[in-house]
């Protein structure tokens, strides 16, 4: 069965220190990878996502991740993060049918 | 312009009620879906449609009845209500590429917190 995994459930940093999120999915067919951000009370909204090509995706707010398929990973970088940076963050892998699967979710805290 | 809208934003209600949500999106998307969001965050897909028609029910209780009356519409009825009710649920839609295949990003509605006394 396909699975997505996020290793960090929770992640306190002070600001100015660099971040990386992990997520690895289990699908062995070609996927679309996302990161979704969650910001306190407010619904997912699209970071970055991976569909082909280059496998260092920018997104927004400085956010970057890569894909490296012989790890089956899609992990999430920032060098240096930001007290507006704190958040929910979801992995997600799309496989091409119509079914979506999250990662458990990363609780990012930032403390200023 | 919200380009996912779902109304109520907040809902409380008492155990056996049964209550509805509304979800609409302006982005002309074929496809929606329900999600469920729990306690601790963790989001689970309930229904997806196509068209307006049923593509996805993951296991979900059969007082949960999605109702999609056109390709823009996907609404949510909840008969029944118990405790474990109680979540954020969150209306989505996806595009297609210009292939036609699903890209799988989902634009998502604000979220409809649903609590149940």
């Known amino acids: 069965a396909q699975s997505v995994s996020q290793h960090n459930h929770h992640v306190i940093l002070s600001e100015a220190a660099s971040l990386e999120l992990g997520c690895n999915y289990s699908?062995?067919?070609?996927?679309?990878l996302f990161w979704y951000v969650q910001y306190p009370g407010q619904h997912l909204q699209l970071l970055l996502k991976?569909?082909?090509?280059?496998?260092l995706v920018k997104g927004i707010k400085g956010f970057e991740a890569e894909f490296i398929k012989s790890k089956f990973s899609f992990n999430l970088r920032k060098p240096s993060v930001q007290w507006s940076d704190t958040a929910e963050y979801f992995c997600a892998v799309f496989s091409g049918t119509y079914k979506y699967i999250f990662g458990t979710g990363t609780r990012l805290k930032v403390l200023a | 312009d919200t380009a996912v809208s779902q109304t109520p934003k907040y809902l409380v209600t008492q155990m056996g009620n049964d209550k509805s949500i509304k979800c609409e999106q302006n982005?002309?998307?074929?496809?929606m879906y329900w999600y469920k969001q729990d306690s601790k965050k963790f989001l689970k897909i309930m229904f997806s449609y196509n068209n307006k028609e049923l593509i996805i029910n993951e296991t979900v209780p059969n007082r949960f009845s999605p109702k999609s009356p056109d390709k823009a519409h996907l609404n949510l009825h909840i008969n029944s209500l118990e405790l474990g009710d109680s979540a954020v649920y969150f209306c989505?839609?996806?595009?297609?590429?210009?292939?036609?295949?699903?890209?799988?990003?989902?634009?998502f509605g604000e979220g409809s917190r649903l609590t149940v006394l």
């Open positions: 991976y569909f082909s090509g280059d496998p």
């Open positions: 982005l002309g998307h074929d496809t």
């Open positions: 699908y062995g067919g070609t996927v679309n």
């Open positions: 989505a839609s996806s595009p297609r590429s210009g292939t036609g295949s699903l890209t799988g990003e989902l634009f």
